[in-house]
């Protein structure tokens, strides 16, 4: 089973900054895809950050040049540096990955429990 441990919500004030981790942990034969998504209050989630599949790294425009997504490969990890935050970027942040677990099956979503963050103004 795989796991994903998020770290490093909290509360800051507007133009402060904030960093996530997201560790992946048990049986990995292949991490896919990995990043992090969000849900502000009364919002659908959306993507923030994340790699992709094909080696590419999606941004939310929202967040282009103020969010940077970093990985450490050999620690399945990735982190999200979140500069100069603002009160809407105010949400629950959930990691995600697509992961395969054995080299014969098709990868798998999973996902983290979430960690607040909030952006006073």
């Known amino acids: 089973q795989v796991q994903l441990a998020e770290s490093g919500g909290g509360l800051v004030r507007a133009g402060g900054s904030l960093r996530l981790s997201c560790a992946a942990s048990?049986?990995?034969?292949?991490?896919?895809?990995m990043g992090w998504y969000r849900r502000a209050p009364g919002k659908q989630r959306e993507l923030v950050a994340a790699f992709t599949s094909g080696g590419s790294t999606n941004y939310a425009e929202s967040v282009k040049g103020r969010f940077t997504l970093s990985r450490d490969n050999a620690k399945n990890t990735v982190y999200l540096q979140m500069d100069s935050l603002k009160p809407e970027d105010t949400a629950v942040y959930y990691c995600?990955?697509?992961?395969?677990?054995?080299?014969?099956?098709?990868?798998?979503?999973?996902w983290g429990k979430g960690t607040l963050v909030t952006v006073s103004a």
């Open positions: 995600h990955s697509l992961i395969t677990e054995d080299w014969r099956f098709s990868g798998k979503d999973y």
């Open positions: 048990g049986r990995i034969f292949r991490i896919n895809a």
